[in-house]
């Protein structure tokens, strides 16, 4: 039972594009959600997180919208870099627990 | 600072034998974390400590024990390893006793039983 849903699976874009990457929720208990990055041969690392009493937060290139009503939030990464090229996880955690729950993972690469 | 180690980084076993994976953390945490990553199912909590000597169940712990050896070190033992086993396990820890806090992830051991 997967109570993360993460959306694609994979995903392809040219360097300078906007890669977008959707997750979904179904326990209203959730009060944290953040985004971890893994590059090939190594483990995950925090990118960036939110709650939901905020929409949008924005860190550098990367920003996460967050539907509170739709139960969903995404990652935007701006004018992407082959560098960006990595797994994305996105994971969601209900507050007093220390269960982080993650998504299946999304496979980016950005061609040059 | 090292931050998350993990011992080894690769690993075979026969179906059957027992083998522990090792953790340690330099960063003073309270927390840490055992997970397995398997293709397609993203990163799966097997065993979580949120303190020294307290260990607690994720939602993968049938076929694995834990051990929090004390605040620095928390081992994963597999007493009779199966095919369903293979994987790569990560190790992670965090600050806080609670579970909003940044988790910092080891390397990784990759996990092959035959």
């Known amino acids: 039972q997967q109570q993360v849903k993460q959306s694609p699976q994979s995903l392809i874009v040219q360097k300078g594009g906007i890669p977008i990457i959707n997750c979904a929720y179904e326990?209203?208990?959730?009060?944290?959600f953040p985004w971890y990055q893994q590059f090939p041969g190594k483990g995950p690392a925090l990118l960036i997180a939110?709650?939901?009493?905020?929409s949008e937060k924005k860190e550098g290139r990367f920003t996460i919208s967050f539907n509170k009503s739709a139960k969903q939030f995404s990652l935007h990464i701006m004018d992407s870099q082959p560098g960006d090229s990595a797994t994305y996880f996105c994971?969601?955690?209900?507050?007093?627990?220390?269960?982080?729950?993650f998504g299946a993972g999304t496979r980016l690469a950005v061609h040059p | 600072n090292a931050g998350v180690t993990q011992t080894p980084k690769f690993q075979v076993l026969k179906t059957g034998q027992s083998m522990t994976l090792q953790c340690a953390q330099d960063?003073?945490?309270?927390?840490m974390y055992w997970y397995r990553q398997d293709p397609g199912m993203g990163l799966r909590l097997i065993y979580y400590s949120a303190s020294e000597g307290t260990t607690d169940k994720g939602e993968v712990p049938n076929g694995y024990n834990v051990s929090r050896l004390n605040k620095r070190e928390f081992s994963l033992r597999l007493e009779s390893a199966a095919p369903s086993q293979t994987s790569v396990y990560f190790c992670?820890?965090?600050?806080?006793?609670?579970?909003?806090?940044?988790?910092?992830f080891g390397p990784g051991t990759r996990l092959t039983v035959l």
């Open positions: 992670a820890s965090s600050e806080g006793t609670g579970g909003a806090d940044t988790q910092y």
């Open positions: 326990n209203t208990a959730f009060d944290y």
């Open positions: 960063m003073n945490h309270n927390s």
């Open positions: 994971a969601a955690l209900s507050g007093g627990y220390n269960k982080l729950i």
């Open positions: 939110i709650r939901p009493d905020v």
